[in-house]
Every structure is written in structure tokens, then in C-alpha cells.
């Protein structure tokens, strides 16, 4: 099995990076983790990466005239590096038109709430002031047109009546930790493209609908959200 090729950007903590790099370690997993870039010096996610084994770097707005510079030096690096496939893990900057256009169907990215609800930033306290039952996380191809891009796979989690924006976003973050590497591998495979905007989904079978909260308050295992064939 030829892996894919994958580069990380991360802005912070780099938790979701870290998942999928524990992915990764699987023999059977098609990707490897070759990189992580991010746009901060300080960010912990290049100290775990690191710690991996993993290339870790930085590419700073501060070290570069322009945001179109920062972009075609990120673009440099992508394919210096021979990148496949770029994940955005909580990677906190607006990439260009011209950037995104690119590397259209090779960019993903996770966000934390179920698009397109919420795009944007502050999801958790948007979710419960809107008063919602269900939330959750999306991953999705990326475009020009911020966190609008066709989406490949979500997971949802139950909002309880005592939540705050901060215990909702733990149970988020569990799920986007489950829900992240199932995306890639699809992408990896080639069971999820995208194609006219679109994305288009092979060897991939539903498995009925989601409830949320479940019977009897059972978890329900995301990776019944999509059962693949051989």
C-alpha cells in the first residue's frame, strides 16, 4: 500500500494533530504524518510533534512582507515536503483564493460544530445560546469561502441541560479526536473526493440515523457513522 503523504497546519495545542499522527501509527492506516507547519513560534503543538518524531515548523506572518507571501511560502513548503493531502487542525488563518484553488481536494479541515451551522469562531457559546439539543463537529473540504466547503464527515454530541461553552467543547473535542482520522482515511483511500463542489462518497454505508441523546443514554461509536467495505 503506497501512503498518502500528509502535512498538518496547526495554530495551538495541536490535540487533533496528535490524533491523527496515533492514527497514523497504524500499519494499516494509508497515510503518514510526514510534517506539522504552524503559523506561531510558540505553538505546542510543533513541542508534541516533535516529540512524534514528526518535521516540525514554523511559517510566521512576522517573517513575511504580505499574506500572499506567507501563502506562497507555505505553498513551497507543501510541495517541497511532496504533501498528498494538508489538514487543518485548529489552524487559525484565512488561506487565499488563489491557495485554496490549488490545493482543491487535497485540503481538509475540522471545525467544531455541525455545518453549516456556525461557521466561524465562538461555536460552543453560539450552540447553547441557540439552544440546541444536538452539536457536534464537521470535517470538510476547504474553499475559498470560509468553513463552506463540501463536507466529508460529521459527528454529534448530545448538549446536556447543565453544559457550559467549556464542557460542551470537551465532549466536542472527544469526538473531533474519533471523528478526524475516520475522515482522513476516507480521503486517503479515495472513498471521499471532492468533484463539482461536491464531495463524492464510495465503499461508504450508512448506518441509520444518528440519536442524540441515544436510547437508554448509550455512546454511540462513531465509527458506526460509516462502515467501509473491503
Same mark, same amino acid.
Given at each position: 500500500m503506497m501512503k498518502k503523504r500528509v502535512v498538518v497546519l496547526i495554530s495551538g495545542r495541536g490535540t487533533n494533530m496528535a490524533a491523527l499522527a496515533e492514527a497514523a501509527g497504524d500499519p494499516n492506516f494509508p497515510a503518514n504524518i510526514v510534517a506539522v507547519i504552524s503559523d506561531k513560534v510558540d505553538a505546542k503543538g510543533l513541542n508534541a510533534a516533535a516529540a512524534l518524531g514528526i518535521e516540525a515548523k514554523a511559517i510566521t506572518r512576522a517573517d513575511h512582507p504580505t499574506k500572499a507571501a506567507l501563502d506562497a511560502a507555505l505553498d513551497e513548503e507543501l510541495t517541497a515536503l511532496r504533501a498528498d493531502i494538508v489538514c487543518l487542525a485548529g489552524y487559525m488563518r484565512l488561506l487565499?483564493?488563489?491557495?485554496t484553488e490549488k490545493w482543491a481536494g487535497?485540503? $481538509?479541515? $475540522?471545525?467544531p460544530s455541525l455545518l453549516p451551522l456556525f461557521p466561524g469562531l465562538d461555536t460552543h457559546n453560539r450552540a447553547l445560546e441557540a439552544g440546541m439539543r444536538v452539536h457536534g463537529c464537521t470535517v470538510h473540504f476547504v474553499t475559498a469561502k470560509m468553513d463552506a466547503g463540501p463536507i466529508i464527515a460529521q459527528a454529534a454530541v448530545p448538549v446536556l441541560p447543565d453544559d457550559d461553552a467549556e464542557a460542551l467543547a470537551r465532549r466536542v473535542l472527544e469526538a473531533e479526536h474519533k471523528l478526524y482520522p475516520l475522515a482522513l482515511r476516507l480521503v486517503a483511500e479515495g472513498r471521499a473526493r471532492m468533484e /463539482? &463542489?461536491? #464531495? #463524492?462518497?464510495? &465503499? #461508504?454505508? %450508512? %448506518? &441509520? %440515523?444518528? $440519536?442524540?441523546? &441515544?436510547? %437508554?443514554?448509550?455512546?454511540? /461509536? $462513531?465509527?458506526?457513522?460509516a462502515r467501509m467495505t473491503p
Open positions: 487565499s483564493p488563489a491557495f487535497k485540503l $481538509i479541515n $475540522i471545525h /463539482d &463542489g461536491r #464531495v #463524492v462518497l464510495t &465503499g #461508504v454505508h %450508512a %448506518a &441509520g %440515523a444518528l $440519536i442524540s441523546p &441515544g436510547p %437508554a443514554g448509550e455512546e454511540v /461509536d $462513531i465509527e458506526s457513522l
